[in-house]
């Protein structure tokens, strides 16, 4: 029974494909100049199709008559009826420049602009149409093209492919083509289903380009669109301004030219224009360009009514031109809709707003308190003509409430973000064996000289070298500068990774790791470091790293072992196990960095860091005991004894500074045992689960820590430290924008007890004393005199502000440069220092680093002014031992 089935439905698709034949077209203006960019719409299929960058189109159409219209931007669309017979036709269309009336718009100087009017009504119903459609299925042509015209030779010998012998040079000025054709299935609230029927590409495998171009699956009516800010997104008006420059009167609807102005020089913001339905507010146009570190990307997205009342983007025209670091090359992108069904949310209109309201009694599940008041609200202002800014901003929040799907709801309101897959894509079998034919009965852009000779080209290479079904884009074009690490001599030199078995691996520091530091305590740390790791499963692992270091100056071998199990990735605990002996920094928790300090006193003779022998066992442990509550427990014992310098080299040829100053005084050696507990609490802190494992990604509230310490005495005839001290903080990072964000930590704490104290037990805070440090400037000082410690009692604030439009940015020539600015309050009570502040102010590089200058203040008067470099960098390299 299947196969007479299966042979009359082959028997109906070949009969339905001999049936159709092709139009050809050529779009051009009046003076017979092809027209750019433009696009045609069949009514009775609802189909859109993407002219070239010549004009020219083509398609298969079923005899009968068709609705045409012809558009494109500049030109008054023309509607024209073609009949399809039983032979190939070519029709030639001639647009005319648009000629808009702007008699009833007129701006008075000082007057707001009516685009501000325009936008307010469209961006209150872009919620709205956001969700108007619940399912969709359609089939897209895609059609992309990208030419490398130029890469600077020191990058073309630095390129080099994975696993494959392709020469980067081949590609150079050749262009490039791929083409798809796909059915495409749209769930709401946005799920993408697609089959790609049909590929075929001259790209070469190294590249993956099966997956297209996002924006297919973004929408003009979200908060972003392809990850930038959408010119419709709830608070638009603080990044774009807005100016109607044309009106164009039609016999059904009237179109409002707006143009996009983008209020500062960022790549997460459009310029060009939006054309606006009036009396609707639906798009009707998307003409967009961004850039970015020398690219920009120009979209054109054209809408049509594919059902009354529902406009969806029918074509889709992208132009990418490169020109970044010597690097120059364009691209193009097209792509063409055609809907085969399409299902409204009818719910979700604006228009039942009433209805919703006067039945809401009634129905078998009536509104609450809080929905009627959403109702009555929204139905007051969608009765208003004219709408403020902030009554905008009110109607797109209360119509995103009324219409947006329970789904997206629960996924705001849940702890756990679900990383849902929004496009699911698979590659039918047969799509890279389509024959000649089958591409030339879909293909509805023709394939230019230089495109057939790119495929021909590439077919002819040995081996067949394009992307096909069973090598999935599987290398990767790299730069690889200088010695390969994964040899055997590079692991030797830089170090590297041996893979034991699947669970079992091995690191080595290599021979430039063998010199750790220098200090005028030590002399030089000569020695190595290994780390064994074993992967007890996906999600549990255990380390273990031992080093050994012969230190010059004290002529002693210094020790250190460390351990660790991640047992439970859920919540997540861990415990740590380490013991050594080593110097440590006296301030061990907010010290200076080691790496820093030998720099500087190997280079300058200066000596930041204040080191003690010790002689330590300590372990932690650390877990969640509910989501956002996290318990820390810890113990410690060590035996200290003071140091004090045995080495005096440096470039500079100075005396090395003593490690103890003189008023600090010498410590008879001591054992000293303690315990540290600490609690931190989130609320509602939300977190997604990757392979198992918990990662907390960001809470609206702060984050509140209380923490308790205590030293006693564990060993007989021993002078230890015995103390008690509490510890609270509450810190939290808002982001105002997507430009600009606040962070503070405000924290205090006291010594319950202090019966006996030394240097190394004394509260110290976080302070850069050096011009370059790994530390940020966001929770520490920098400018404190050395060592500054708490007393019994203390209280530390650190407020910033961080901004890439503060003061400089705001210059239009500084806005094509990627840095932001930030300004930093940080004060500091206790119970021996009056209130000491510090004020800076600094400039970031893309999270790379900050310089910034600070001032201190005590008693309203300027104590002292210093510059910091941070260079968080440092912190991978570092990897302190402790």
Not at 103 to 114: K, L, R, W, Y
Not at 280 to 305: C, K, P
Not at 641 to 662: D, H, K, Q, V
Not at 783 to 790: D, F, I
Request: net charge neutral; hydrophobic share 35%.
């Amino acid at each position: 029974m299947k196969q007479p089935l299966l042979y009359t439905l082959c028997c109906l698709l070949l009969h339905a494909t001999l049936q159709a034949q092709q139009l050809k077209g050529l779009i051009v203006n009046e003076q017979g100049d092809p027209v750019p960019n433009s696009t045609v719409y069949i009514q009775e299929t609802a189909k859109g199709i993407a002219a070239d960058n010549l004009g020219e189109f083509q398609t298969f159409l079923a005899p009968g008559t068709y609705t045409c219209e012809f558009r494109s931007l500049g030109y008054e669309s023309i509607n024209k009826n073609i009949t399809m017979g039983e032979h190939n036709q070519s029709v030639r269309i001639v647009l005319q420049e648009t000629s808009y009336m702007l008699d009833e718009v007129v701006v008075v100087a000082g007057d707001e602009d009516p685009a501000y009017r325009i936008m307010r009504k469209a961006i209150a119903y872009a919620p709205y149409y956001r969700y108007q459609i619940s399912e969709y299925h359609a089939e897209a042509y895609i059609k992309g093209s990208l030419t490398i015209d130029k890469i600077p030779g020191i990058l073309r010998r630095a390129m080099k492919v994975n696993s494959s012998d392709l020469d980067i040079n081949t590609l150079i000025g050749q262009p490039l083509v791929m083409e798809s054709q796909s059915q495409i299935h749209f769930t709401s609230p946005e799920r993408y289903s697609q089959n790609v029927v049909a590929l075929k590409s001259s790209i070469p495998k190294e590249f993956n380009v099966t997956r297209g171009l996002s924006i297919m699956t973004s929408s003009i009516y979200n908060r972003e669109l392809d990850g930038r800010i959408s010119p419709l997104a709830p608070g638009a008006f603080r990044f774009y301004a807005f100016r109607l420059e044309d009106v164009d009167y039609h016999p059904d609807h009237i179109v409002n030219k707006i143009k996009v102005i983008p209020r500062k020089k960022n790549p997460d913001l459009f310029s060009g224009y939006l054309y606006i339905l009036g009396n609707s507010w639906n798009v009707y146009i998307a003409d967009l360009t961004t850039s970015e570190l020398g690219t920009t990307m120009h979209y054109r997205i054209n809408f049509h009514q594919v059902k009354p009342a529902v406009y969806l983007p029918t074509t889709y025209d992208v132009t990418l031109t490169l020109n970044t670091m010597g690097v120059k090359g364009s691209g193009k992108y097209y792509a063409s809709m055609k809907y085969n069904s399409v299902e409204v949310d009818g719910s979700r209109h604006p228009e039942t707003i009433k209805e919703i309201a006067s039945a809401g009694v009634q129905a078998d599940d009536p509104l609450t308190p809080r929905q009627q008041k959403i109702v009555t609200e929204l139905e007051k202002l969608t009765q208003k003509e004219e709408l403020s800014t902030r009554e905008a901003y009110r109607m797109s929040k209360l119509m995103n409430k009324m219409v947006e799907p329970e789904e997206i709801q629960k996924q705001h309101e849940a702890l756990e973000i679900k990383e849902i897959e929004k496009v699911q894509m698979e590659v039918d079998t047969l799509a890279w064996r389509r024959d000649t034919a089958f591409w030339s009965s879909i293909r509805e852009l023709p394939l230019r000289i230089e495109e057939i000779r790119s495929y021909q080209r590439r077919d002819s290479l040995a081996g067949n070298d394009t992307i096909t079904e069973n090598e999935p884009a599987g290398n990767e074009v790299v730069l690889s500068i200088g010695e390969n690490p994964e040899t055997l001599f590079g692991k030797i030199t830089q170090g590297g990774v041996w893979q034991m078995n699947p669970n079992l691996s091995l690191r080595y520091g290599g021979l430039t790791g063998a010199l750790k530091e220098y200090n005028f305590v030590d002399g030089f740390w000569l020695g190595q470091t290994v780390s064994i790791n074993y992967a007890i499963d996906k999600n549990r692992a255990f380390s273990f790293s031992p080093s050994l270091f012969y230190a010059t100056a004290r002529k002693r071998w210094l020790w250190h072992v460390a351990a660790s199990i991640n047992y439970a990735p859920m919540s997540p605990g861990r415990f740590d196990f380490t013991a050594g002996h080593i110097s440590r920094d006296v301030n061990s928790l907010n010290g200076e960095s080691r790496l820093m300090n030998t720099l500087t006193a190997f280079s300058l003779g200066q000596n930041f860091i204040r080191y003690y022998d010790s002689r330590y066992l300590k372990a932690s442990h650390s877990i969640d005991i509910a989501n956002g509550l996290h318990l820390y427990s810890g113990a410690e014992i060590d035996q200290r004894a003071p140091l004090s310098n045995r080495a005096s080299f440096n470039l500079t040829g100075r005396e090395a500074p003593p490690n103890i100053p003189a008023d600090a005084g010498l410590y008879p050696p001591h054992k000293a045992a303690g315990i540290t507990l600490g609690l931190s609490y989130t609320p509602r802190y939300r977190y997604r689960v990757r392979e198992g494992r918990k990662w907390y990604a960001s809470s609206k509230y702060p984050t509140f820590a209380a923490g308790y310490e205590k030293g006693f005495n564990l060993f007989a005839d021993n002078q230890a430290p015995m103390y008690d001290k509490l510890l609270f903080s509450v810190s939290q990072q808002i982001k105002v924008s997507p430009f600009e964000q606040i962070d503070y930590h405000f924290s205090g704490g006291s010594f319950l007890s202090s019966e006996r104290l030394y240097m190394n037990d004394l509260h110290y805070f976080n302070n850069n004393r050096m011009l370059f440090t790994p530390s940020d400037f966001t929770r520490s000082f920098n400018l404190l005199p050395p060592y500054t410690a708490s007393g019994d009692w203390w209280m530390e604030g650190h407020l910033n502000y961080q901004s890439q439009y503060l003061l400089l940015k705001n210059l239009p020539f500084l806005q094509r440069f990627s840095f932001d600015e930030a300004v930093h309050l940080h004060g500091l009570v206790t119970e021996e220092r009056q209130l000491y502040l510090e004020g800076g102010y600094s400039i970031g590089f893309l999270g790379l680093g900050r310089a910034g200058i600070f001032t201190s203040f005590v008693d309203k008067k300027i104590e002292g002014v210093g510059v910091r470099i941070s260079y968080p960098l440092w912190n991978i390299l570092e990897k302190p031992l402790q």
